[in-house]
């Protein structure tokens, strides 16, 4: 019996030494977790910076914050969580500045008549970088966006109307969906323009139908009347050089072949009526009985001359562009009084050109009349160059206070559709011709 339990022992003892029994009565040590790039305070701080991306209009991050907290919730006992837990924050974080920065969606696919280049894309290394040196998120988001009264004026509005019951209209019987898609679209379109706008300018708000003076000391506003649905007025950017008095008008190749020939052709006698000129390829003046109206091509260039009935009015805005598009008075002011005035080519007249010369030339309104009056073509120069950005917003906000448009040129629409659908967010709209204006 001795011995066969002395065999018993020694078979043991190898099953101890493997492993095969534990006989030291100390527990096994846990591999240690990496440490996280993001820290639970930085994600509170993001998630709550991608909340409020959400009452401005951008894109819903809920999928992504979701995420994050089931990450968060696997992360105490799962490397693998922790790694994908400081990937999924980053890449929100990435996402947010971008969108801050110039955008959640590209003007150039879904806004086919926008021709402001958007702000230079945001520093992702370095935002990074300013994060992980204690930089909270929200800071570093919250710097790229616009900071201007309008924006800030048309966020608050936005989560106003959000807080109201789903059919609620305002005085004027706009619904509050409608006055939602109004203000994401013109809060998107804020994030497309740069941040660097002088404080003085011009606006032109295209569906407004009125161009503001921002001025050194203070504004003014002006009805203008702008492009028909058909002949749209583009979003642009551009410089007033000059104020010409009592300008002459060459109408652009378009409007002479598809207006004035064929209504010369009819009556010949129109070209001399509406003060038309003809000059042949040397600029030398053709005697209108002379001409033939019938010709094709038509080998002439029409110029109207200076006059009560030039359409260009007693003031032209000099402002050379691609798009054949500038301010300027109108022999037709009648046109004012209507609540639409969708009505050029293209260009912008304006109500008041004598006020609105007076305020960027810096002259006395009387003085400048008196010049006008005498007949003269003249050019004067501005003391220095005065931007102009021509705007598609249908929602703004002056002394914050918001007011809304209708859509004109139906171009909300394709904002939207890219904001709400990530994956077409490069969705191009439909195109529309951009005719050079008739004055």
């Known amino acids: 019996m001795k011995r066969w339990k002395a065999l018993c022992l020694a078979a043991l003892l190898p099953l101890a030494a493997c492993g095969g029994a534990h006989v030291s009565g100390t527990a096994p040590e846990i591999a240690a977790l990496p440490a996280p790039a993001w820290s639970e305070a930085a994600i509170a701080d993001l998630a709550e910076a991608a909340r409020q991306a959400a009452r401005e209009g951008l894109p819903s991050e809920e999928a992504a914050l979701n995420e994050i907290a089931a990450l968060q919730n696997r992360g105490a006992r799962d490397a693998g969580a922790v790694e994908m837990l400081d990937q999924t924050a980053e890449a929100l974080f990435r996402r947010l500045a971008g969108e801050y920065a110039n955008g959640a969606t590209d003007p150039a696919r879904v806004a086919n008549d926008w021709h402001i280049p958007r702000p230079p894309a945001p520093d992702l290394e370095a935002l990074s970088q300013a994060r992980t040196a204690g930089a909270m998120p929200s800071a570093l988001l919250y710097a790229l966006k616009p900071q201007g009264d309008e924006y800030q004026a048309l966020s608050a509005e936005y989560v106003r109307v959000l807080a109201e019951p789903a059919n609620t209209e305002d005085a004027n019987g706009r619904s509050r969906a409608d006055r939602l898609d109004s203000l994401r679209a013109s809060l998107e379109r804020w994030r497309w323009l740069p941040r660097d706008m002088p404080a003085e300018r011009v606006e032109v ?176 120069p501005l003391a220095a160059p005065l931007q102009v950005y021509v705007l598609y917003m249908t929602a703004v906000a002056d002394g914050g206070v918001v007011r809304y448009a209708d859509d004109l040129y139906h171009a909300d629409g394709a904002v939207l559709t890219a904001l709400d659908s990530p994956d077409l967010r490069l969705m191009t709209s439909s195109t529309r011709a951009q005719q050079p204006c008739a004055g």
């Open 205 to 380: 708000r295209i569906p407004h139908f009125e161009a503001v003076y921002h001025g050194l000391n203070g504004t003014e506003t002006h009805a203008v009347i702008v492009g028909a649905r058909r002949t749209p007025t583009p979003v642009f950017s551009v410089s007033i050089e000059a104020v010409t008095l009592n300008p002459t008008w060459t109408p652009p190749h378009s409007i002479v072949a598809n207006e004035l020939l064929p209504r010369f052709r009819r009556n010949p006698g129109a070209a001399a009526a509406e003060n038309f000129e003809v000059l042949d390829s040397s600029g030398h003046a053709v005697p209108l009985a002379d001409v033939n109206w019938h010709a094709r091509p038509f080998p002439y260039t029409l110029r109207q001359r200076a006059g009560a009935g030039n359409a260009l009015g007693q003031l032209k805005f000099e402002m050379p562009n691609a798009y054949d598009v500038y301010l300027h008075d109108t022999s037709a002011r009648g046109l004012f009084e209507r609540a639409n005035r969708a009505l050029s080519h293209g260009c912008i007249r304006v109500q008041d050109p004598a006020g609105l010369a007076s305020a960027v030339l810096g002259l006395d309104l009387a003085s400048l009349q008196s010049e006008i009056d005498q007949g003269a073509t003249q050019r004067l």
